[in-house]
Nanobody, 115 residues
Framework: QVQLVESGGGLVQPGGSLRLSCAASGNIFSIYLMGWYRQAPGQQRELVATIDNNGSTKRADSVKGRFTISRDNAKNTVYLQMNSLKFEDTAVYYC?????????WGQGTQVTVSS
């Protein structure tokens, strides 16, 4: 079993910043891909950013230039630094991890951008 513990969500004003963290624990041999998805009310879950075990990243066009994804392999932790937050970034953010051929999801952390 693999457990994912997310932290860092909250309420922020437009233009502000938040940093999300997700720590993986349990039966981990090698994590290939780590990342973040988000789901706004009434919308489908969408990819925000991913990073593989070589450090290659992928980001949604809507967050390029504002969000940065990174990972600490020694801690099995992935981070999402979110800057210049906008109203439309409001969503539940889910951590995502791929280990071999199995995917795991975190429980989600709420990010609300509001004035």
């Amino acid at each position: 079993q693999v457990q994912l513990v997310e932290s860092g969500g909250g309420l922020v004003q437009p233009g502000g910043s938040l940093r999300l963290s997700c720590a993986a624990s349990g039966n981990i041999f090698s994590i290939y891909l780590m990342g973040w998805y988000r789901q706004a009310p009434g919308q489908q879950r969408e990819l925000v950013a991913t990073i593989d075990n070589n450090g290659s990243t992928k980001r949604a066009d809507s967050v390029k230039g504002r969000f940065t994804i990174s990972r600490d392999n020694a801690k099995n932790t992935v981070y999402l630094q979110m800057n210049s937050l906008k109203f439309e970034d409001t969503a539940v953010y889910y951590c995502y991890v791929e280990i071999v051929t199995t995917s795991y999801w975190g429980q989600g952390t709420q990010v609300t951008v509001s004035s």
